[in-house]
């Protein structure tokens, strides 16, 4: 398969977006960051090959941590999506939600279990991560 203006072989060029996490401390309720990483504040992404090394510079196991994934969406501001995160659907405070993955799509489940698909830029916005910041969905009644 090729792309017809730039005669490129789609399928021999494709480069899928590398996974993307956040890992969590269950026990200390932070999120981890990498100590090599002079820019982290709160936490640090990571790319899958540096799991191992994380859990260890931070002194966690696996069944100390909470591993969440990026959806490799951003909201309209810039900021990256993670499953977790607590995004305002419509940037109006009417339609919040958390984001989960259901059969391979990322959605927002609202407080009845309502799914609604997540599409990124550029009218949603990320508010938050359920945990971190549960209280985000107790206040604005999600």
């Known amino acids: 398969m090729t792309n017809s203006d730039t005669n490129i072989d789609v399928l021999a060029n494709f480069q899928p977006m590398p996974k993307r996490f956040m890992v969590r401390d269950k026990l200390g309720g932070r999120w981890l960051y990498?100590?090599?990483d002079?820019?982290?504040?709160?936490?640090?992404?990571?790319?899958?090959?540096e799991l191992d090394e994380i859990l260890d510079e931070n002194g966690c196991s696996w069944d100390e941590v909470?591993?969440?994934?990026?959806?490799n969406l951003f909201d309209k501001d810039g900021k990256e999506i993670f499953e977790g995160s607590i995004v305002d659907y419509n940037d109006n405070g009417d339609m919040l939600g958390f984001v989960r993955q259901h059969e391979g799509q990322w959605y927002l489940e609202n407080k009845y279990g309502n799914l609604l698909f997540l599409k990124g830029v550029p009218h949603q916005k990320m508010i938050g991560h359920i945990l971190s910041n549960p209280e985000l969905m107790e206040e604005k009644n999600v």
């Not at 002079?38 to 090959?49: L, R, S």
């Not at 909470?66 to 959806?71: A, D, G, K, L, P």
Request: hydrophobic share 40%; no cysteine; net charge negative.
């Open 34 to 36: 990498s100590f090599d």
């Open 38 to 49: 002079d820019d982290a504040h709160e936490y640090t992404i990571f790319d899958i090959t």
């Open 66 to 71: 909470i591993i969440v994934q990026s959806t």
